[in-house]
């Protein structure tokens, strides 16, 4: 099935939502999203379900009540007992449906290497062509990086531009994204809607409040603005409350942050170059090539490069900023850093992104 012929939505529960305070998968979350997610497939659409949780659920059961550990390999290890206990429990909130449900474990180099982005791509549309569906989750038991720097927020963001989805589902365990911190702020209310996730709003975004996620509320602003940029909106809203996932997609007034997408979608290659491929190295270029980039259209000249942060090699993801340091692009660098000197294009604009 092409996901682009029908309502493909991507639903990310986070880590404090799937599991109790003990630690434990909480299985009304489960089923709660389940019913939902069921309704929605049976009326045509498609779903991918991100979850998080598999290191919380994993010491639940081996830890005996001591502290969670910090060690990476032990926090794979963790993980490895927790997988199994997450997808069980998917596969019991679907049960009742006799709705199956696929596990596909994703790591960076799946987002990085063209072709295995293309098989994760395949293997999720196959899931669906087969009635299934698929659970994503981080890699954590052999991707260690990702237990220290990744977040599920990012990685639903990603699958949401993989499957061409139309909309991404963030459940927390917030209301939403809110005007301050409530812990700081008594009076901070719910922001319904956001346009624009400009650097201020990215900025007053606080990390993780529940101590055992990843993520936090900066990491699902940061998701949403990734999915802006692909065309997709963004819906942040609170996982435990009865039929959350069905009245979203209803379009529910009051319930939740709303993003709104650009109108203008990146390409499937351009959103990839954008958001998938890991940032080698930062150059700064003077004002007249970030003129020419801002116009638009104008691929960069080594000309152009004031400084270089870091070494570089061909065909590596590299971002672009002003000399005050400011955002301006991404894009795959035709060359090394070693032979920018004798270069004349250092990156095409068919390989440039512009974030501005």
Excluded: C
């Amino acid at each position: 099935m092409n996901s682009m012929m029908s309502d493909v939505v991507v639903i990310k529960v986070g880590t404090s939502s799937v599991t109790t305070a003990r630690g434990d998968v909480d299985v009304a979350v489960l089923a709660n999203i389940a019913a939902d997610v069921q309704t929605h497939v049976a009326s045509g659409g498609q779903v991918v379900l991100v979850t998080s949780g598999a290191i919380t659920a994993g010491w639940s059961a081996v830890g005996q009540g001591a502290a969670r550990p910090t060690e990476a390999r032990i926090l794979q290890a963790v993980s490895a007992v927790g997988q199994p206990l997450l997808m069980d429990a998917w596969r019991g909130a679907f049960a009742s449906f006799d709705r199956a449900v696929g596990q596909v474990l994703l790591a960076p180099h799946d987002f990085a290497d063209r072709t295995q982005y293309l098989h994760a791509r395949g293997t999720i549309e196959a899931l669906w062509q087969l009635g299934v569906v698929p659970v994503v989750n981080e890699n954590d038991a052999v991707a260690d990086e990702e237990i220290r720097y990744g977040d599920n927020d990012r990685l639903a963001a990603l699958v949401a531009n993989l499957v061409g989805a139309t909309r991404l589902i963030l459940l927390t365990d917030t209301a939403g994204l809110l005007t301050g911190d409530p812990r700081l702020d008594p009076s901070a209310t719910l922001i319904e809607e956001v346009q624009t996730l400009d650097d201020e709003l990215m900025a007053s975004a606080s990390g993780s409040t529940s101590g055992v996620g990843s993520g936090g509320m900066a990491s699902k602003v940061a998701a949403a603005r990734m999915a802006q940029w692909s065309g997709i909106e963004t819906v942040i809203a609170p996982a435990r409350d009865a039929g959350v996932v069905g009245r979203v997609l209803a379009h529910e007034s009051g319930l939740g942050t709303t993003v709104r997408p650009r109108s203008e979608r990146l390409s499937a290659r351009k959103a990839w170059i954008a958001f998938a491929l890991p940032t080698t190295s930062r150059l700064v270029i003077n004002e007249g090539a970030a003129r020419a980039l801002r116009d638009g259209g104008s691929s960069l000249l080594a000309v152009g490069i004031v400084s270089v942060a870091n070494s570089f090699a061909s065909h590596d993801a590299v971002e672009l900023v002003d000399e005050s340091g400011a955002l301006l692009a991404k894009g795959l660098s035709r060359v090394s850093s070693e032979q920018l000197e004798e270069a004349g294009v250092v990156i095409h604009r068919d390989e440039l992104v512009v974030l501005i």
